[in-house]
């Protein structure tokens, strides 16, 4: 009998249907026979790209080869994670060797890739006991030496998004949006910052999300006031004069957003920020659009971090992180990233940007926050979410 | 100035001089100079144990060790994650290696523990990228020679409790029961499994804790008569003459429990569950209290299973899984097992059993669900949570 899919089951299939494809076709682009994932409860970050969900109890090898059927050898109590998702499910109940064995033998691929890299943590996904454990099973087939990084294939798997995964990122954007309007209409002078994180928790309950990075401090709201002071965190209660910041995301049917808006509390008789506020946020708001018009595939992450980089500091402003990172299962998305080309970005500013990228874009200085999500297209890149114009007045 | 903790940091800051102190206390008993965790990006499994966290950014170098202060090489942006949990706090914006070099000289370790393990997956916590990067950085060193793995230490502190972790663990089991006791007060013919599943979840949510596994699946709510018929999960209607197991478990705190306990909905006129259900229920009881009377620091895993399993087979049962894992931050904790000794459980069943693990006692058979979770003592084990004695009427 045929099991109905919930919706939930279904998008998943749909979702890996698609990166499977993908995967296939990088395969035989990038000349790997076998992409292999190696996996024991729930260790690789490269699941969820995978087989759509971030838990096999048991040690699992998920193949998918350039040519012929996808097989996954998992515990028999992991069978209904992958059922569907793999054209053939091998089960085992006590030994994962036997049929792993099995199939290598009959596919016998001459390069096996799997998830380590030096530069991208995004997919360095197989711990150093899992490698020495899979060395030992390759042993008796003599196929050891058979194993690359699967980095070529793995990377853009998880970077170049899928027409489903960006409709989800964008579900997650306006999602977070609609939060950052419903805080509007609440905010009001005398609300710690504490106070205003506890407003969108509760506003994350009503639309059913979680938070894109650690929920301690997601959101993350700073008002102008909090870098002056040494006080705890969340204490400062916002006062006409004050900026407030917040950057916030959510997870929403496993995609994220990452965003920042700003606000100002209007003094009595003000109608618009004062001077030093508005530069800010108009040097922020026009480094991201310079930002904006650059970005394209082709380009160096650096050649897009370095003209923006330099409109802020004509302006009078220097920030020391990344202009963007990648957006995808995570608002910080591994890999290659749009920033300086320095000790700490050098590696990963240095790639080159591809079509179905998603980035953030987020020069912040001083207090003032702005933080938008680009989906890089085949001629250049597009707004996920509505970016802000101007500091929205309270 | 100086910064009152939150009570949450407080609870972290104590549990981490516990863990630090034992991490210390093992390095000298198993003569390693230096247990290093090495991670990026949240990766590490051991870093809750070693910082009290789950996620530090950037590559982070935290080092404990058998003489001398704590010294943890952390990005600028990640010092507040270990600050006033490590003696020294380095911190560095661009190249962590420098910090690292220095105190790898100044402290000249002969033995380096790193996270890895073939067996355990507990303590496996290197990636196999950051692997090779450690190697990387060792080089200028003459280090690379010096490393041997941490399990010795690591897979220690992770099993054995300190006084604040069975604390909070006892925490984690008694909230648990608490949802219990509120389910049977609510439990009525007609409900199906997923309906009481959605129960389960409003009441965690109610006490403020989480799932202590996978939400999909925890709570698992079966019925006697959901093995029987081909139904999608959860559609099942109790009716009378069914029975109930739910399998479940809750963070709290950040330390799990893992508790499952069984219901019979009665016939008009019934006052116990038919003998079948009875006799099954008091089989699982009575190989639960045989295995306690038996666990305690010294044995192996197997010899606590081998009689548990014989009881349940005289009794005309078989269950094919482990008598009961580890609990800790998860509920699946790994590492050593109360298990047969076969293909899948055997090198974890033959582990040592000592003073201060957490295990679950779990012999499922038929529908009947019973796991009690049990903490080994200098002389032999102690319930954490109140055992169940007879299957709940409803």
Known sequence: M??????AEQLRHDLMAEKHAQAKSLLREQDIDCWLTFSREGSDCLLPYV???EYLVGTAALMLFAEGPSVAVVADYDVGQVDGIFDHVLPYSLDWREPFHDTLRECNPATIGINHSIANEGVDGITHGMYLKLLDALEPLGYANRLVSSEAVSGRVRAIKSTGEIELIRRACEITQRIFDDLTGMLRPGLTE?????????RM????????????????????????????PGAVALEP??????????????????????????????????????????????????????????????????????????????????????????????????????????????????????????????????????????????????????????
């Not at 045929?2 to 919706?7: C, S």
């Not at 709201?221 to 002071?229: A, E, K, N």
């Open 51 to 53: 087989m759509g969900g």
């Open 194 to 202: 504490a106070q205003i994180a506890e407003i969108i928790r509760e």
């Open 2 to 7: 045929t099991v109905e899919l919930t919706e």
């Open 241 to 394: 004069g004050d900026g407030l910041a917040v950057d916030f995301g959510v997870i929403r049917e496993g995609y994220a957003s990452d965003l920042m808006w700003s606000w100002y509390f209007r003094k009595p008789g003000e109608t618009a920020p004062p001077a030093e506020m508005a530069h800010a946020f108009e040097a922020v708001r026009d480094g991201i659009d310079l930002a904006a018009s650059i970005l394209k595939p082709g380009i160096r992450g650096v050649e897009v971090d370095s003209p923006a980089r330099a409109l802020l500091q004509e302006r009078g402003y220097v920030f020391t992180h990344g202009l963007g990172h990648q957006v995808g299962r995570t608002a910080h998305d591994g890999g290659m990233m749009l920033g300086p080309n320095n000790a700490r970005y050098g590696d990963r500013s240095s790639g080159i940007v591809e079509a179905g990228m998603v980035f953030t874009l987020e020069p912040v200085v001083t207090w003032v926050g702005l933080e938008d999500n680009v989906l890089v297209t085949d001629t250049g890149c597009e707004f996920l979410n509505t970016p802000q114009r101007e500091i929205i007045m309270i």
């Open 205 to 232: 309950q009503t639309y059913e999300v979680g938070p894109s990075w650690e929920a301690s401090y997601c959101p993350t709201v700073s008002s102008s006031r909090s870098r002056r002071g040494h006080t705890p």
